[in-house]
């Protein structure tokens, strides 16, 4: 008798992953980790594992399919500071993905910040932490327990800020680390949903932890988790994640081909000089425009994380709206302005 449902699909989806991940190794697509050598260590993936049952079930998946194809399992919890007893907690995880045999295992503390709000500065930490640990430990990959219900809670977030296309594709499957490194993060749960992973949990009779930060309503996503999408799907029906998480996807594919065609655009658009003429961005598709007129002001110093779409169409407006308009302050102590034709984008 085969495992429970539930069960075989986090496994099939973490069986994925691990094949991809062997697969840029031998492929040299980009992975941090170079290629293993005859006798050499196993290439070595990570879980970030909070306690909560999307990242246990992660845990144990990783942990069953791994030795199979000849690759390490290993886990890192991060302990934000956040609450009380946060310590002990990140101690037990230790213990629990330990019982998994998971090898190394490791809690890293982190001190929080204040930049972006508290949702953003725990990010921001825990990603350092997880880099920071993956550079040391030399894991060719990290795995992150986002489900689909996740994915559909940052489409809804990204509509909500209007931030265009980009923000509605969501979290990609694989994504990058720190210092250049790329394909260092696989979400393998991101067609799973969160329902599957706490059943997968509760048929192994693995211990979960509900952070209560979840359904504190002080934060954004957690109201959105217990209040909005629950209204959604009442209104609309019960598949209302399934196609947010499809939106995502969808809208992925899009912004990808918009932003390939922005930088093979962004060449033809500069006079000998390298400076932007501006009849020629006038000339380019809306959105094609905004891709290069973005991707020039990030060239030129502003934080991409610091930079939304009401900055962009500020600079955009130098282009379509020209009424002789003084320059525009971006962040990061960036200045755009139309000079002679030329569109002018520099650090002050």
């Known amino acids: 008798m085969g495992p429970h449902p539930a069960v075989a699909a986090i496994r099939l989806a973490v069986r994925r992953v691990l094949h991809d991940v062997l697969t840029d190794l031998t492929d040299h697509t980009g992975s941090p980790a170079a290629p293993r050598r005859p006798g050499g260590p196993l290439p070595l993936v990570l879980v970030a594992c909070s306690g909560g ?85 030399g894991a060719a990959a990290v795995l992150l327990g986002h489900t689909r ?14 931030s265009g296309i980009r923000s509605l594709s969501g979290m990609p499957e694989v994504s990058g680390g720190s210092a250049g490194r790329t394909n260092r993060y696989r979400r393998p749960f991101l067609q799973v949903d969160r329902q599957t992973a706490r059943k997968a949990c509760m048929v192994q009779s693995l211990p979960v932890w509900d952070d209560p930060h979840n359904i504190d309503p002080a934060y954004t996503r957690s109201r959105l988790r217990h209040e909005g999408l629950p209204a959604l799907e009442k209104a609309l029906g019960k598949g209302v994640v399934e196609a947010l998480a499809r939106t995502a996807q969808l809208s992925r594919d899009d912004a990808d081909a918009l932003d390939a065609w922005a930088a093979e655009a962004e060449t033809g658009v500069r006079d000998a000089d390298g400076r932007l003429e501006c009849a020629k961005l006038y000339a380019l598709p809306p959105a094609v425009r905004r891709r290069v007129l973005r991707r020039a002001v990030v060239a030129a110093g502003s934080p991409a994380g610091s930079l939304f779409a009401r900055h962009i169409e500020e600079v955009d407006r130098l282009i379509t709206g020209w009424r002789g308009q003084g320059a525009i302050n971006l962040p990061g102590r960036v200045e755009a302005q139309r000079q002679g034709g030329r569109l002018v984008i520099r650090q002050g």
């Open 53 to 137: 049952a999307d990242s246990m079930a992660l845990a144990s998946a990783l942990a069953f399919e791994a030795p199979k194809l000849g690759i390490r399992a290993g886990g890192i919890t991060v302990d934000h500071g956040l609450q009380p007893g946060s310590d002990l907690r990140a101690a037990e995880v230790v213990t629990r993905m330990t019982a998994l045999r998971l090898d190394p295992v490791e809690s890293v503390a982190v001190r929080v910040g204040r930049d972006g709000g508290p949702e953003a500065a725990a990010r921001d930490a825990r990603y350092g932490a997880l880099d920071e640990a993956a550079d040391r430990l």
């Open 149 to 162: 219900d996740d994915q559909a809670e940052t489409v809804l977030l990204g509509l909500a800020r209007g």
